[in-house]
């Protein structure tokens, strides 16, 4: 049997600003960590501007825009403002995600069958400006179908149920998820979308999505930046990348 397409890890660097902007000050710096991230073999960085800015800032996105040689994705919220910021330094891809600033980290996908027709309107112009929009969005087919009519290019698949499931020892209710998302991926592959899966994916549950065919890319962050306060951020990636290659085969 051949090898399945390469799948690519996309690394999110949101908690390296976190660490740092829990004293203040320029360090850690969440650009040097992109680099060392792109140099241990990430095919792309992930960043998401929040409306409080409560990690990545405004200037770490000038930022990496500027020293970033592999794509940079920016996770944002459906808003004006941060349609603005998309618009005025047009990277690779956005990737619309919900937001509630009481939220410890994303919860949940975007409810895009609900707002459908508002959404169809704000990704227009993003799409002109040569963005890759993408949505995060629950393993369910009724939000899958709706990023689709709206005209998304990627979705991304949120794999926090199944990875609570696995750390709770619940391990019905992990399979279960599991299957929800081996189920969605093969759907939402046959309507032309490509399929990236984020959210919480660790050594111990990678393995089995990154089997998934359908699946291009992971977005994974806040593990690894947590391994690499004992092992270093760029052993912790190529432990990652060790693990995603082998289930590929």
């Known amino acids: 049997m051949a090898d399945l397409p390469h799948l690519r890890l996309g690394i999110n660097i949101d908690h390296v600003a976190t660490v740092r902007n829990a004293r203040g000050g320029a360090y850690p710096d969440p650009l040097r960590a992109a680099k060392l991230a792109e140099e241990a073999g990430a095919d ?33 919220a459906a808003t004006d403002e941060m349609l603005k910021i998309a618009l005025r330094h047009k990277p690779h891809a956005v990737c619309l995600v919900p937001e509630k600033r009481e939220e410890r980290t994303t919860e949940g996908g975007l409810e895009v069958a609900r707002e459908e027709n508002r959404l169809a309107h704000f990704i227009a112009p993003l799409r002109d400006a040569g963005c ?6 629950a393993a369910d087919m009724r939000q899958i179908e709706a990023a689709n009519r ?23 209710e992990r399979d279960a998820e599991l299957e929800r998302l081996r189920e969605m991926s093969t759907f939402a592959h046959s309507l ?14 990678v393995a089995p999505v990154a089997a998934f065919p359908e699946v291009r890319e992971l977005n994974i962050g806040h593990f690894l930046i947590g391994e690499a306060i004992f092992r270093g951020l760029q052993p912790a990636i190529h432990e990652m990348r060790s693990i995603m290659d082998a289930a590929r085969k």
Request: net charge negative.
């Open 44 to 76: 792309g960085i992930t960043a998401h501007l929040r409306e409080d800015r409560r990690h990545i800032s405004d200037a770490d996105i000038d930022g990496l825009m500027d020293v970033l040689s592999v794509p940079l994705n920016f996770e944002m």
């Open 132 to 137: 890759r929009v993408s949505i995060f969005i």
């Open 150 to 172: 709206i005209g998304a290019d990627v979705i991304e698949l949120h794999a926090g149920a199944y990875c609570d499931a696995h750390s709770e020892g619940d391990f019905k």
């Open 192 to 205: 032309g979308l490509e399929v990236h899966v984020g959210h919480g994916l660790t050594y111990d549950t």
